[in-house]
Structures are given as structure tokens and as C-alpha cells.
């Protein structure tokens, strides 16, 4: 474990109250990684938001966003602060997301309602899962379908044939982590990674705690 990680959350507890530390270590040990979801180039910044803000209630330590054609705008009225609490990472195309979490361990799966899709509630979750999601209309590009190594779809009974994306996201998410708590699988941080994720939110907290880290040099 960094000392130096170690060191800085020793010197920022002191301005943080018992019951704020209390709230942090909760909210951490529910943390994880093992699963995450990614947005394509999602054009309405309310849904991005919306999804932002579903995957911290939900424990997930970052989420991921694409942006191709359309920026990510943050709509503080929707996430209502969420964002300080989760790690958002943004790319400029699909192909470096997919680099990046294939390199970490991910498997890419699509959202799609091809032949070769498995239903949410049989989907395996014995590997880490990177969830792609794209836009209502138009869903996935090719380059992420014709990558991706699993596929994953919500059953769907009426005339309608697409969720909205903030709905969407919250029933994947949500069915895939309720599993994942019943499974025995280890999902949720590490130490270290918990250490890391620590540091930031006490960051999140502590006033002007960039003057109070630079003592620690001085």
C-alpha cells in the first residue's frame, strides 16, 4: 500500500468529523470495480447525467463515457453532486475505451438485441463486465458490436423496442450487482484501491486541502 496515500489520509481525517468517516468507510465497503458501464456518445446530457448518478448509488467506483460527436455535459440539477463521488472517465473515440478496459481485465459487453444477445437475467457474471450502452435511436455503433465479446438484452413485451438510456442502465446494473452480492464472487475493492478511492473523498470534503497536503512537504 502507498505510504504516501496512507500519509495524506492521516493528516486530511484530522478535519473530518467521526460520523463524515463513519459515512466514507460505509459507502466504501460497498465499492467496486468489477463492474462498470460505458456511455457512446450520448446526446442528451439529463440521461448521461442521470446514468452518472444511478452508478454511484449503486456502489460503482468509476463509469465511462465516449465522446465522439457530443460532449458529456454535467446537469448538476440531476446528478445532484453525485459526480464528486465517482471517477468519471471520458475518451475521444470508442476504440480507446475498449483498449483501456480490456487492458484492465474487462470483458466488452454490447447491449444489443442480436441473435447472439443472452437475456439479462442468464447472463454470466463470472468475469468482469464493462456494459456498452449507446444512444435510443440509433444504439451501438458497429465498432463496439463487432468487438464486443459478450452480448447482453433486456427482455421487452411490449411495441416499444428500446428502454430510455438512464432506465436502461439502471435495470442492467442493477440486476447484475444484486447477483454479484449473492454469488461468493469477490467484487468489491481491494485495500489498495480503496485506499485510493479514500484520499478523494476526503479531498471532496476537506476545504483548501491542497494547502493542508503541501505541509506535509514542507
Known amino acids: 500500500m502507498d505510504d504516501d496515500v496512507?500519509?495524506?489520509?492521516?493528516v486530511l481525517s484530522k478535519f473530518i468529523t467521526d460520523e463524515k468517516k463513519a459515512r466514507i468507510e460505509k459507502v466504501l465497503s460497498f465499492r467496486t470495480n468489477y463492474l462498470t458501464f460505458v456511455l457512446e456518445d450520448i446526446?442528451?446530457?439529463?440521461?448521461a447525467s442521470a446514468t452518472i448518478?444511478?452508478?454511484?448509488?449503486?456502489?460503482?467506483s468509476d463509469v465511462h463515457v465516449i465522446e465522439?460527436?457530443?460532449?458529456?455535459?454535467?446537469?448538476?440539477?440531476?446528478?445532484?453532486?453525485?459526480s464528486q463521488w465517482i471517477n468519471l472517465n471520458k475518451y475521444k473515440n470508442s476504440k480507446l475505451a475498449i483498449d483501456r478496459l480490456r487492458s484492465d481485465g474487462y470483458k466488452i459487453v454490447a447491449t444489443s438485441l442480436?441473435?447472439?444477445?443472452?437475456?439479462?437475467?442468464?447472463?454470466?457474471?463470472?468475469?468482469?463486465?464493462?456494459?456498452?450502452?449507446?444512444?435510443?435511436?440509433?444504439?451501438?455503433s458497429v465498432e463496439v458490436l463487432e468487438v464486443a465479446d459478450l452480448y447482453v438484452k433486456i427482455p421487452m413485451y411490449g411495441f416499444t423496442q428500446s428502454y430510455n438510456i438512464s432506465v436502461a442502465v439502471s435495470i442492467v446494473m442493477y440486476s447484475l450487482l444484486i447477483r454479484?452480492?449473492?454469488?461468493?464472487?469477490?467484487?468489491?475493492?481491494?485495500?489498495?484501491?480503496?485506499?485510493n478511492l479514500r484520499l478523494k473523498y476526503y479531498r471532496q470534503v476537506v476545504k483548501n486541502y491542497q494547502f493542508i497536503e503541501n505541509l506535509i512537504n514542507s
Not at 43 to 47: A, R
Not at 118 to 140: D, Q, R, S, V, Y
Open 43 to 47: 446526446f442528451q446530457s439529463q440521461n
Open 180 to 195: 454479484l452480492r449473492k454469488s461468493g464472487i469477490d467484487y468489491l475493492l481491494n485495500e489498495v484501491e480503496k485506499s
Open 68 to 82: 465522439k460527436k457530443n460532449k458529456y455535459t454535467l446537469n448538476p440539477d440531476i446528478t445532484l453532486g453525485s
Open 114 to 140: 442480436n441473435e447472439k444477445s443472452i437475456n439479462l437475467e442468464n447472463f454470466p457474471i463470472n468475469n468482469k463486465m464493462a456494459i456498452f450502452f449507446g444512444t435510443e435511436l440509433t444504439g451501438l
Open 53 to 60: 448518478r444511478t452508478g454511484e448509488i449503486l456502489g460503482l
Open 6 to 10: 496512507l500519509k495524506r489520509i492521516g
